[in-house]
């Protein structure tokens, strides 16, 4: 018999008649926040490029940054059309696309407390049934996702125009639920039935997951996206790895678009209630 580990911590052992084990390194487990936790507000947040931390809620969206906090409503911001949003996504420094639970979209500026809506110059938004998220592709255009569908929105001209690969993608599914661009430029987007990988306008179907019903996507401090699924989690990027409960992950749905980094490169889930899921990459699986 003989044995030796490798470079990750692992021991193989070879024997004479019964072929090779191996035991895995000991790894830490996640933490399960089960709670009221800081953590799983900001990973139901949107996170700018500007450091702010947004929350969409029932009575308004709060901004907070540097210690403070702002919020915003009908009563600051009279041109808003309801105080109930539902995302948020920043364009620029002081433009934000910004939607409310009846899918009225518009342009937010919150430095001048003012809202510009789209819906009454794009009369095509109304066929789409639930605006659920965006993303954005470059300074012109914005991917917007839906329950029935995907478009680009041209934020110069405010006009529509069709989404590259939709017609692949809706083979599986038209109901979309998160969508990343990553550090290569290229997007992640996650559907009722699938997560695809668009680069140079060709849709590939990730078909390795333990799940395909995508709830949420997020990037590692390597660069590496994490998809959030309705059965656990999975590290998709640069290959698959499929987490579940023998990692310590609760085989449970995950929220839709509720994940994020933390500045220490924590990766955090949010699953339901006051529950999540947080762990880093490294040191822990």
Request: glycine letters at 8%.
């Amino acid at each position: 018999t003989r044995a030796t580990c490798d470079g990750k911590g692992g021991l193989w052992v070879g024997t004479r008649a019964n072929g090779i084990w191996y035991c895995p390194p000991m790894r830490g487990k996640p933490q399960i926040i089960t709670t009221a936790n800081p953590l799983i507000e900001q990973a139901r947040s949107t996170h700018d490029g500007s450091g702010r931390i947004w929350m969409c809620k029932p009575d308004g969206l709060t901004c907070e940054y540097e210690g403070q906090t702002s919020h915003y409503d009908r009563n600051n911001v009279p041109s808003l059309p309801h105080n109930r949003t539902t995302f948020i996504t920043q364009l620029s420094e002081q433009r934000y696309l910004l939607c409310d639970s009846l899918c009225l979209l518009g342009y937010f500026m919150p430095e001048k407390m003012d809202f510009h809506l789209l819906n009454t110059s794009i009369p095509s938004l109304a066929k789409y049934r639930h605006i659920a998220g965006a993303c954005v592709i470059d300074g012109k255009w914005t991917a917007v996702y839906t329950q029935n569908g995907i478009f680009l929105l041209d934020t110069e001209a405010d006009t529509l125009a069709t989404f590259p690969t939709a017609r692949e993608i809706e083979q599986y599914s038209s109901k979309y639920n998160c969508m990343l661009r990553d550090n290569n430029g290229v997007l992640w987007i996650g559907t009722q039935n699938g997560l695809f990988r668009i680069a140079d306008d060709k849709a590939e179907r990730i078909t390795d997951l333990n799940n395909h019903c995508i709830r949420s996507l997020v990037m590692d401090a390597d660069g590496d996206v994490w998809a959030g699924t309705s059965c656990g989690i999975s590290r998709v990027s640069p290959t698959v790895v499929n987490l579940g409960k023998s990692d310590g992950i609760p085989p449970v749905t995950m929220m839709d678009r509720a994940a994020c980094m933390t500045d220490d490169s924590l990766l955090v889930f949010a699953f339901g209630g006051s529950e999540a899921v947080a762990f880093r990459p490294k040191d822990n699986l």
